[in-house]
Nanobody, 122 residues
């Protein structure tokens, strides 16, 4: 069992940066692949980024490639999403999730956090 808690969301202007954190508790965090997803009002949850248990493999949605960076710190049991050059279309609730392998499919993830709101004004 893994418990996940996101933090770091907020209200920023277009072009600004934010860093989201996902703190994990429970056993075997280091053995899980992790992912970030987001859901805007009236839209389906969509994949943002994922990272393997070792941190050596990463995946990104085309919409965030080159602007967002996913990383993890095993010593702190924490995953991060560095978001640069934010756009209004990045506005959404951001969720972190844990899985056995890094995938882009939300249905593959077994554990989810409660989400943190990111709002980007134009």
């Amino acid at each position: 069992q893994v418990q996940l808690q996101e933090s770091g969301g907020g209200l920023v202007q277009a072009g600004d940066s934010l860093r989201l954190s996902c703190a994990a508790s429970g056993r075997a965090f280091a053995s899980y692949a992790m992912g970030w997803f987001r859901q805007a009002p009236g839209k389906e949850r969509e994949f943002v980024a994922a990272i393997s248990w070792s941190g050596s493999d990463t995946l990104y949605a085309d919409s965030v490639k080159g602007r967002f960076s996913i990383s993890r710190d095993g010593a702190r049991n924490t995953m991060y999403l560095q978001m640069n050059s934010l756009k209004p279309e990045d506005t959404a609730v951001y969720y972190c999730a844990a899985n056995s392998v890094p995938t882009t499919s939300a249905g593959s993830y077994n554990y989810w956090g409660q989400g943190t709101q990111v709002t980007v004004s134009s």
